[in-house]
């Protein structure tokens, strides 16, 4: 899960339950989804960290998803997705939604961080903690 730490200096981590957290440097737009990009998903069912590459966006019913080909067994839908870790810091790509799993090779879909922050009408914290004065 994307987690926001209780701090005066707000700091985002990736939840990755027995792996170490990850750093959050902020968001990646959903018009940055193409393919080819290569995303990352930890889950807590699955354990351990997968990556691979995004090749369909698709629409089902009234979800915008986007898939990527991840070695998946299931069951991690509600985890982090984010881009390939570089110096302990990723950027949040989206949530697991489904996994579709074809002649034992799994792919991931998730709905894009910022068409669940538009959904709640949120903001994605920068770490920056803004105070009036």
């Known amino acids: 899960m994307f987690a926001l730490d209780q701090v005066p200096q707000a700091a985002q981590h990736i939840d990755r339950g027995s792996l170490t957290p990850l750093?959050?440097?902020?968001?990646?737009?959903?018009r940055r989804h193409r393919?080819?990009?290569?995303?990352?998903?930890?889950?807590?069912?699955?354990?351990m960290?997968?990556?691979?590459?995004v090749y369909e966006r698709i629409l089902e019913g009234r979800r915008r998803l986007v898939c990527a080909r991840?070695?998946?067994t299931g069951g991690d839908s509600g985890g982090p997705?984010?881009?390939?870790?570089?110096?302990?810091?990723v950027k949040a790509?989206?949530?697991?939604?489904?996994?579709?799993?074809?002649?034992g090779r799994g792919d991931l879909c998730y709905a894009p961080?910022?068409?669940v922050l538009d959904s709640f009408g949120?903001?994605?914290p920068t770490g920056v903690v803004r105070t009036s004065g």
């Open 23 to 30: 750093r959050v440097s902020g968001w990646l737009p959903t």
């Open 35 to 47: 393919e080819g990009l290569v995303v990352c998903f930890s889950g807590r069912t699955s354990g």
């Open 49 to 53: 960290q997968r990556c691979g590459r």
């Open 70 to 72: 991840v070695k998946t």
């Open 81 to 89: 997705v984010y881009t390939r870790p570089r110096e302990g810091a």
């Open 93 to 103: 790509v989206g949530i697991v939604m489904a996994s579709r799993i074809f002649f």
């Open 113 to 115: 961080i910022q068409t």
């Open 122 to 124: 949120a903001e994605f």
